[in-house]
Structures are given as structure tokens and as C-alpha cells.
């Protein structure tokens, strides 16, 4: 028996649950949104930030409250093995975001408008458009206090949507209003439920003390009657959390934006203040929300920094793109412009300096490749070339080879003709590549 013959058998390996891989066509289809999202974002003046994947768990712990879903259940948190340091692989972007700005001083010379986009990570049940490892886009606007910066990113979504087409979305608003009407708000639900503390969920009696705003964000049905009759936070607004609500709503009619007022959207972070807002869809069941965000103007100062005001928004992408989807968005599969046939593989060293030439005026060029028995037939190769959806071959025949010039066969115009080119004269045949003709 052989030394192979006995080797055992490895386990086969396999992606961690809910960590999914992103094969193609559908990273095209990521890639496709990402260059939208980028030129979008470039026409509003927001600028590209990169932020480490592992964070330290206290900056979660303090920028998104001790008592949030995220923070007791989903974060993965683990121990340095060199110096012991807790970390965690980061629920969210904001709070890195807001951490670098605070650790770079980026704000000295004035508000920032940035934008990101990742991979997050959340230790929860995997399901359609809700996995553990998920990417987000999203965009923030630090050290602007004005309604009119939230509106800025909410009508920026809503440019996004139109631009990818999508239609059945619509935008939910709420204000959150400030620390001390959220105070009066908190002691008359906390009044309130305790009257129906005999019929809460253990979700909600554990919060009700802690974090009774996020009894009103409970997914539990049979408490929807109750809290749809608690006490509601706009009615404790004061004068100036009323003005920049009425603001925000103002921008967003006078631009055509139809909205909703929720007065039970609190989003799940104890950052936010003032404005929040979500993009929602019926299409996608239980994963309705595609876009959320709102104010924090006071987690600058809650992760050590100077008080700045900031706004910001993130969407997932995976539900956008189901979304997409829905709407009659169909990822299509890159092809290149040409697949090379060569005829021998002696030619090849030849054939390699001319497609650097091609490719680097613009062309994307798939070359056919050798084996043990040589480059294969040219019918074979023809085969290869057709399935591989590109649109001409390119024909390195003996022929070809020995003057120095190179056919062009056109593989999806009915009637064109193929020709032969000089390969001295690559400015004269290259632009038939890329325009079609």
C-alpha cells in the first residue's frame, strides 16, 4: 500500500455559518452598486474612510449602550492573546468612524462629510438578507448641527434608489428630541408599562428600568396594542427639537420626498438624538429596512471627544440588491471585449507582449491558455471564445504570427466580416474593440 493510499481522509472545510461567500455574477452585482454608490457620493462631497475591521469591545460598549441587542448578544468579542486587550470584530461602522475622528482630530479645521463601506460582523440567527457577516455602505456627516445636513443624506438615498432603480421603498421619520425630553418621555412610559408589567416579555421587563424607549422597537406582536397606546415622545418635544423637526420635514416636501412620521421608530442604537429615519420595503418580509440612520450629536462626546454635532446614515447591501432585484435589477456577468486564440504555443511570448499593449489602452482581453497536449484545436478554441460571451476573437494564426499582424473576428454582429490588422499599428484596430464596431 502507498504512502497516498494511506493518508487519511481531511475533514472538508467550510465557510462559518452566516459567513457566506460572494461568488460570481453576484459580485458583480456588489461591485455594480459600490461604483454607483461612489459616484453618488463624489457628487456630494463625501469622502472615502477606511476603519479597522477589530475595534476594542469598549468602544461598542460605551458609543452603542450597555442594554442594546447589539452590545448583549450579537457583538463577537474576544481576548488579545498578547496583552489581553478585549476587542470585538465590529456590529457597526458609526462608532469606528467617530473614534478615528476623534483619535486624528479631524475636525480641527472644520465638519467632515465622509463615506464607507464593509464588511460588519453580528452573532445572530442567519437568514435571507440578515447573515453574521454582512457588508453596509454608509455615509456620515460629522460636526454639522443643522436639519439641513439631515436632510442632505436623506434626499442622497433617495437619489441612490432612482439610481439603481428602485421604487417601492418608502421613508419613515421621527425626532428623538433631546436628552431632557427624552427624560420626561422615559418616566411617563416607564409609568405606563408598569401598569402592563404583568403582560410584558422578558425583553421588555428586563428593559423597562434600563432602556424603556426600546420596549417601543419590539418585534413581539401580542405587545403591539400596548405599545401603540404609550405615551409618545413627540408630544415631549420642546420648541427647538419641534424647529428642526419641522425643518427636516419642510426640505424633504419642498423636494418631492414623501415621507411617514412613525412616532414608534427609536432605531437601536443609544446614540441617536433628534432626527431618525428609515428607508422601508413590504418586498423583502421580515428584513423590511434597507437604509437607517439619524442624528448623534452627543457620541462624540461619549467616546472622549469634544462635543460635535453629526448625522449619518447606512444601508445593507444585501438587502438592497434583493431589492434591486425585485424591482427587475439582473446582475450581468462581465465578459471581455476579446478572447485570444493563439495557434501555437511557441507564439506565445509574442502574443503576451501584444495583449499588454491591448489591455493597457483600455481593452479587457481573456487569453486562452495551454496544456500538457498544447493550445488545443481552433475550433475548440472558437468554442471557448464563443462561450465566454466576449464579442471578438483575436486570431494568432501561423499566418499571423509570421507577418506581424493579428484578425479580428467579430462574435456577436450577424453579417460583420472578420480582418486583419498590423500589429505595428495597434491605435488603428484597438478602438473597433471597445466601441463594437
Known amino acids: 500500500m502507498t504512502e497516498k493510499m494511506m493518508m487519511p481522509k481531511a475533514d472538508k472545510l467550510m465557510a462559518v455559518k452566516g459567513m457566506n461567500d460572494l461568488l460570481p455574477p453576484d459580485s458583480a452585482a456588489v461591485e455594480w452598486l459600490e461604483h454607483k454608490v461612489r459616484a453618488l457620493m463624489a457628487r456630494y462631497a463625501y469622502r472615502n474612510i477606511r476603519t479597522p475591521i477589530v475595534e476594542r469591545t469598549p468602544l461598542f460598549v460605551r458609543g452603542l449602550g450597555e442594554v442594546t441587542d447589539i452590545v448583549e448578544k450579537e457583538m463577537y468579542c474576544f481576548e488579545d492573546r498578547l496583552n489581553g486587550d478585549a476587542l470585538a470584530l465590529r456590529p457597526e461602522a458609526t462608532a469606528g468612524v467617530v473614534r478615528a475622528a476623534i483619535e486624528h482630530a479631524m475636525l480641527y479645521d472644520g465638519p467632515k462629510r465622509l463615506y464607507y463601506l464593509g464588511p460588519m460582523f453580528r452573532h445572530e440567527r442567519p437568514q435571507k438578507g440578515r447573515y453574521r457577516q454582512f457588508d453596509q455602505i454608509g455615509a456620515e456627516a460629522l460636526g454639522f448641527s443643522g436639519a439641513e445636513v439631515d436632510a442632505e443624506l436623506i434626499l442622497m438615498a433617495a437619489a441612490l434608489w432612482h439610481e439603481i432603480g428602485i421604487s417601492d421603498v418608502r421613508l419613515e421619520i421621527n425626532s428623538l428630541g433631546q436628552p431632557v425630553e427624552r427624560l420626561a418621555h422615559r418616566q411617563a412610559l416607564v409609568a405606563y408599562f408598569e401598569q402592563h408589567q404583568a403582560v410584558l416579555d422578558e425583553d421588555a421587563r428586563r428593559r423597562l428600568y434600563n432602556n424603556p424607549l426600546r420596549i417601543l422597537d419590539t418585534k413581539n406582536p401580542h405587545l403591539q ?26 426640505i424633504l416636501e ?136 466576449a464579442r471578438f476573437a483575436l486570431v494568432f494564426g501561423a499566418d499571423e504570427v509570421s507577418s506581424q499582424q493579428v484578425t479580428i473576428k467579430p462574435l456577436r454582429f450577424a453579417g460583420a466580416t472578420q480582418t486583419t490588422y498590423p500589429l505595428a499599428d495597434l491605435a488603428s484596430w484597438v478602438p473597433n474593440l471597445q466601441s463594437g464596431v
Open 254 to 389: 419642498a423636494n418631492g420626498v414623501a415621507y411617514r412620521v412613525n412616532p414608534r421608530l427609536v432605531r437601536g442604537m443609544d446614540y441617536y438624538n433628534l432626527t431618525v429615519f428609515e428607508f422601508v420595503t413590504d418586498r423583502l418580509g421580515s428584513q423590511g429596512t434597507v437604509c437607517a440612520g439619524g442624528r448623534y450629536d452627543y457620541l462624540f462626546e461619549q467616546l472622549g471627544g469634544k462635543p460635535s454635532p453629526a448625522v449619518g446614515w447606512a444601508l445593507g447591501v444585501d438587502r438592497v440588491l434583493d431589492l434591486a432585484r425585485a424591482c427587475g435589477f439582473a446582475p450581468v456577468n462581465p465578459v471581455p471585449d476579446a478572447y485570444v486564440i493563439v495557434a501555437d504555443v511557441a507564439a506565445m511570448p509574442m502574443v503576451l507582449s501584444v495583449l499588454q499593449n491591448v489591455r493597457a489602452l483600455g481593452v479587457t482581453v481573456q487569453m486562452h491558455t495551454s496544456t500538457a497536449e498544447g493550445m488545443g484545436s481552433m475550433k475548440s478554441q472558437f468554442k471557448r471564445a464563443d462561450s465566454s460571451g
Open 225 to 250: 396594542d400596548i405599545v401603540e397606546a404609550a405615551p409618545q415622545l413627540l408630544d415631549f418635544l420642546g420648541t427647538d427639537s419641534l424647529t428642526h423637526f419641522q425643518t427636516l420635514k419642510s
